[in-house]
């Protein structure tokens, strides 16, 4: 990788920077803007108070296989580079099995200085309340700052999750949890959460492609307008959808499309290289300039 300088990522000319980096990392550039915003800017996720950076790590990528193959050693390197870059936003889950290695990589990294969102796949109450011990000792915090039931696939799993639900909100009353949410695999599953105020944050697949999304661009980003204007915090997914399509320009044409919407507070993309950051970061600043 040729050393190029984060100063020059940030803060070069965004076309020059992007286009550079584009070509060490496999992806690249093009286009004009929204709103001014850096990925290491940080915000606040709806009504919860809860802030992070609005650039976020993906471990899931392919079920966390990409992440993981990074080992201890390259995984904690990627984490320690984002943080440095003022990325300090990471997505994991109990089924990406990356909790051992978030938890290595944040090791004597004080608390204040990164927010973990993970999820859970508990459909019993008594499973989810075994999962937030469990998470909490395995990611060696003593509040998780966002705990989502992992992948609602039914319309009206508000009610067939209720138990669940409690249990989650019970922690959060408790300070164990400090926002609750799903992630969801569906369009009717996504129109149901647009509606449920027992929501704190939305975990949403987006992007102007419709690549391993719940339905059209139109119709998804309608239900993530109603989350958002409920004051319910909205975390974007499948920004590059799980390839980085493999094209700069369409990477720079989805951050400019998600950025633009105005209602994605924040986004977590499955980075597997510092390259992989730096780009985005640079096209971050291209796409809001």
């Known amino acids: 990788m040729v050393n190029i300088s984060r100063r020059q990522f940030v803060f070069g000319t965004a076309a020059a920077g ?14 004009t803007p929204p709103v001014p915003k ?13 802030r992070t950076s609005i650039l976020g790590i993906g471990t899931g990528t392919r079920g966390g296989n990409e992440q993981r193959a990074l080992g201890e050693a390259g995984f904690t390197k990627l984490v320690r580079h984002a943080l440095d870059c003022g990325v300090y936003y990471i997505d994991t889950a109990d089924s990406y ?3 051992y290695l978030v938890s290595t990589a944040l090791q004597g990294v004080s608390s204040d200085k990164y927010f973990i969102q993970t999820k859970t796949t508990a459909k019993h109450p008594e499973v989810a309340k075994v999962d937030i011990e469990r998470f909490r000792r395995e990611l060696g915090v003593q509040t998780l700052d966002t705990l989502l039931m992992h ?13 669940v639900m409690d249990v989650l909100y019970d ?24 509606d449920c105020d027992w929501i704190d944050v939305h975990l949403v697949r987006i992007n102007p492609f419709g690549e391993k999304m719940d339905d059209t661009p139109e119709k998804v980003a309608a239900e993530i307008r109603k989350m958002h204007d409920r004051g319910h915090g909205v975390l974007g997914m499948k920004i590059f959808g799980e390839t980085g ?9 989805s951050l400019k499309y998600v950025l633009g919407l105005g209602c994605v507070d924040a ?4 980075f ?7 780009e985005t970061l640079a096209m971050i600043e291209q796409a809001t300039a």
């Open 245 to 253: 399509f493999d094209s700069a320009e369409k990477r720079l044409q």
């Open 38 to 50: 850096k990925g290491s800017d940080v915000v606040t996720l709806g009504k919860t108070g809860v």
């Open 18 to 31: 992007a286009a550079v980096v584009a070509n060490q990392a496999g992806w690249a550039s093009e286009a």
């Open 171 to 194: 922690a959060k009353e408790k300070g164990r949890v400090r926002s609750v949410g799903v992630s969801c695999h569906g369009f009717p599953p996504l129109v149901t959460s647009a």
């Open 151 to 163: 992948c609602m696939t039914k319309g009206g799993w508000d009610t067939d999750m209720r138990p």
């Open 267 to 270: 986004f977590t993309i499955g």
């Open 272 to 278: 597997t290289s510092t390259a992989q950051i730096d």
């Open 97 to 99: 099995r990356m909790h």
